[in-house]
């Protein structure tokens, strides 16, 4: 049984996790998007939303030792540690009056070969705005 069990493990080690993580992270700010499995993209989104919160918080400061220290903690969260300029050059100028949902996840289909759900994790181009419904 499952119960109380929170998390998960995507059949893979603490260091091997946190790889991806990192790996993932810095394709998705490279390129703006990523095609991934389903359930990396679900786990990619909670870590890149808050990566992008702290260093909007960061640039909001006054002080340069705060930007500093969140450079220094971005480049050991985002690989390759180029992605971290562009972040805050390119992206986070579109989303710093934005309180969150930075990105989106989109089903695109099932892979070849064994049949996984992959999705595309991207940029949301109108973050922060309520959907019509």
Do not use: C, W
Request: charged content about 35%.
């Amino acid at each position: 049984m499952r119960h109380r069990i929170v998390g998960k493990k995507l059949g893979r080690d603490d260091d091997h996790r946190k790889a991806l993580l990192r790996n993932l992270a810095g394709q998705v700010i490279d390129k703006e998007e990523a095609e991934t499995t389903l359930a990396k993209a679900k786990y990619l989104r909670p870590y890149l939303e808050r990566l992008i919160t702290r260093a909007i918080k960061a640039s909001k400061a006054d002080d340069s030792v705060v930007k500093y220290n969140a450079v220094k903690y971005l480049k050991g969260k985002i690989y390759p540690q180029d992605s971290v300029k562009k972040l805050f050059d390119s992206i986070l100028p579109r989303f710093m009056n934005v309180p969150g949902g930075y990105t989106k996840v989109t089903r695109t289909r099932n892979r070849d070969g064994d049949g996984a759900l992959m999705a595309r994790i991207e940029f949301s181009k109108e973050a922060g705005k309520k959907s019509a419904k």
